[in-house]
């Protein structure tokens, strides 16, 4: 039987505590998908880093990654570092199926979630 994982692909900071959003989203996920082993993992600046992430899971017999960018837009680093990285993923785990969606930001749904925080603000109270 196959083993999954979801990978959530994020550039990374400096700063640890910009890291507490793909936490949460991390742990949001993970509850969905007891099944499932979500991760996070960073293009720089943080670590685990995306090849050391993938030599873990398949070490631990994982065998099919998806991987989720969660970028707002498709910028350099999702339409060119991020293929290029995973074309050398591909060729150092042959026995691995590692497929890549598109960006978070280039989502109709996540859009549309957006969207409705942006608009729910409109009737927030102002701060006096």
């Known amino acids: ?30 509850a969905r998908t007891p099944d499932v082993r979500v991760s996070l993992a960073f293009l720089e600046l943080m670590t685990p880093r995306l090849p050391e ?36 993923l591909r060729l150092d785990h042959p026995g691995t199926t590692i497929k890549v969606v598109e960006a978070a930001g280039e989502n109709a749904a996540v859009l549309n979630a957006l969207s409705d925080y942006c608009v729910a603000s409109l009737s927030q109270a102002s701060p006096d």
């Open 53 to 88: 992430l993938v030599a873990e899971l398949e070490a631990g017999g994982v065998d099919e990654i998806t991987v989720v960018p969660v970028f707002l837009g498709q910028g350099g680093h999702v339409l060119r570092d991020l293929p290029l990285m995973v074309d050398q």
């Open 1 to 30: 039987m196959s083993q999954k994982a979801l990978v959530l692909f994020a550039h990374g900071a400096r700063a640890a505590s910009w890291a507490a959003p793909f936490e949460r989203l991390r742990d949001l996920t993970q």
